[in-house]
């Protein structure tokens, strides 16, 4: 008895060591892959003395910016050679401006021509004056989404020249500062062209507080306005330029800015807001529509209770075809919402999946529309516009601040590629990917039906209005 006790005693001891040498392997993996991936790039202290002059502080901070070559990833050598020949090029100025500033660091992240690799869209959104619209490019064109109390009568309106220059021109000339494919290039395309100083730097401009649009009513009517530029303004509208698109207050002053879509908060596009996940049943229950802004946490708000009540509700249901929409989610973690989006078709065998992406759904968003697709096979489809990325680019990383301007850049660092299975080169590669396999052909929509102001100010939506076309 004495022997089988011990026996016993020895077994636990060797169970219990084992789990817990795999608590510590997990946790050491965990921590390593951290570090790699995010912390390895953080950017060293700066080692200036205190700037005597503002000269001399933008100075220093683009001699800071060359350790973003090495932060990031993605620069080829000849790149990294490219974008030091920039920053020598503006270290030749005795003060370079706020706006030459901005714009040196956007081109040189621009160079990486990878997505996630751009400055931060709050070091233009409030750092520098801004004209009292926000705009977004959609398929079809450049609208005035909102507007302070000067400019409300633009509200709508599609501008089709910045400064005398046609809008096809501007946008050659701004795509050179951000990376990435052409569509996500015109999603940040306004935080440009909304700010005269960035404009004159660029040589689209003459003034560096004015700016002068020609725009086109619903009627097609032009009329030509000058605008001056107001400061920055975090409290009244978003970074991101086409969250302003949406029809809910924003901020801590909604009161002065107007939406053009005010009123449209009925449309499942919009409903819900501000609350960043949303679902309903449609078609009397023979549908079902499921809606994700972001893929994390939100405040109070967890999403991973959020997939758990949502597969709840799907598996009473029991809809013939799901909806899932998104079109306005700009990423966050996929690993949180990987079960529930690779098994969704296992969840309901004989529906169909629609996913509804636009040049908007970018990063872990991407990655989540891309396992539905994965596992629904000939069920699942994608419906709307081509998402914001390429189907290889490289996340994780950090933020890459310049110490004296507070611009700051994202350093990105680990690839994710979904075109195989087999990324290459391994050392470089997302570890996770390999634990959540996916290849799919393309990310390009099976149904094209992209969102255009026109559809919208009308209450449609053409994404939604196909599926329902096929499913009705």
């Known amino acids: 008895m004495k022997k089988l006790w011990q026996r016993l005693k020895m077994s636990a001891f060797i169970a219990v060591s084992g789990i817990v040498a795999i608590a510590v392997v997990v946790a050491g993996a965990i921590f390593g892959m951290n570090?790699?991936?995010?912390?390895?790039?953080k950017p060293p202290a700066p080692h200036f003395r205190k700037p005597r002059s503002l000269g001399e502080a933008r100075r220093d901070d683009l001699e800071f910016l060359r350790g973003f070559l090495h932060a990031d990833w993605g620069y080829t050598d000849a790149t990294r050679r490219q974008a030091s020949t920039l920053i020598a090029r503006a270290e030749q100025s005795p003060a370079p401006s706020l706006a030459v500033l901005t714009l040196t660091a956007a081109k040189v992240a621009a160079l990486a021509d990878?997505?996630?690799?751009?400055?931060?869209?709050?070091?233009?959104?409030?750092?520098?004056?801004?004209?009292?619209?926000r705009t977004c490019v959609l398929h079809d064109g450049l609208f005035v989404v909102r507007a302070r109390p000067e400019a409300r009568a633009l509200l709508g309106d599609r501008i089709v020249a910045i400064n005398g220059h046609p809008i096809e021109a501007v946008r050659s000339v701004l795509d050179g500062y951000t990376g990435g494919a052409p569509q996500w290039r015109d999603t940040r395309l306004p935080l440009y062209l909304e700010?005269?100083?960035?404009?004159?730097?660029?040589?689209l401009g003459a003034s560096d507080t004015t700016e002068t649009l020609t725009v086109q009513d619903r009627q097609n009517a032009s009329q030509t306005v000058t605008l001056k530029a107001v400061a920055p303004d975090p409290d009244g509208t978003t970074a991101a330029p086409c969250d302003n698109l949406r029809p809910e207050a924003i901020g801590k002053r909604p009161a002065v800015w107007t939406s053009a879509l005010a009123g449209r908060s009925d449309?499942?596009?919009f409903q819900g807001r501000p609350a960043p996940f949303f679902r309903t049943p449609l078609l009397g229950g023979r549908g079902y529509y499921v809606r994700f802004d972001q893929n994390d946490d939100d405040g109070g708000v967890d999403i991973q209770a959020f997939t758990r009540d949502t597969a709840t509700a799907l598996v009473a249901a029991k809809p013939k075809f799901v909806i899932v929409d998104m079109r306005f989610n700009s990423g966050g973690d996929y690993l949180l919402?990987?079960?529930?989006?690779?098994?969704?078709?296992?969840?309901l065998p004989q529906a169909n999946f629609y996913v509804l992406?636009?040049?908007?759904?970018?990063?872990?968003?991407?990655?989540?529309?891309?396992?539905?697709?994965?596992?629904?096979g000939s069920r699942a489809m994608f419906v709307g516009d081509l998402p914001g990325d390429r189907m290889r680019f490289r996340a994780e990383g950090g933020e890459f601040c310049l110490p004296y301007s507070g611009i700051c850049?994202?350093?990105?660092?680990?690839?994710?590629?979904?075109t195989t299975t087999d990324c290459e080169p391994l050392l470089q590669c997302f570890l996770p990917d390999r634990l959540f396999p996916l290849v799919i052909n393309?990310?390009?929509?099976?149904?094209?039906?992209?969102?255009?102001?026109a559809a919208l100010t009308n209450g449609r939506d053409p994404a939604v209005d196909a599926v329902l076309a096929r499913e009705e």
């Open 409 to 418: 850049l994202m350093a990105r660092t680990a690839l994710h590629d979904y």
């Open 114 to 133: 990878n997505g996630h690799t751009n400055i931060e869209m709050a070091s233009i959104a409030n750092h520098l004056d801004r004209i009292p619209v």
């Open 357 to 376: 992406i636009s040049p908007l759904t970018f990063s872990a968003a991407m990655t989540s529309s891309a396992f539905i697709k994965y596992a629904g």
């Open 195 to 203: 700010t005269p100083s960035l404009l004159q730097s660029a040589g």
């Open 35 to 41: 570090y790699y991936y995010n912390d390895s790039v």
């Open 337 to 347: 919402t990987a079960g529930f989006m690779r098994g969704l078709p296992r969840l």
């Open 442 to 453: 393309s990310m390009k929509p099976d149904v094209y039906a992209p969102l255009t102001f």
């Open 267 to 269: 449309m499942l596009l």
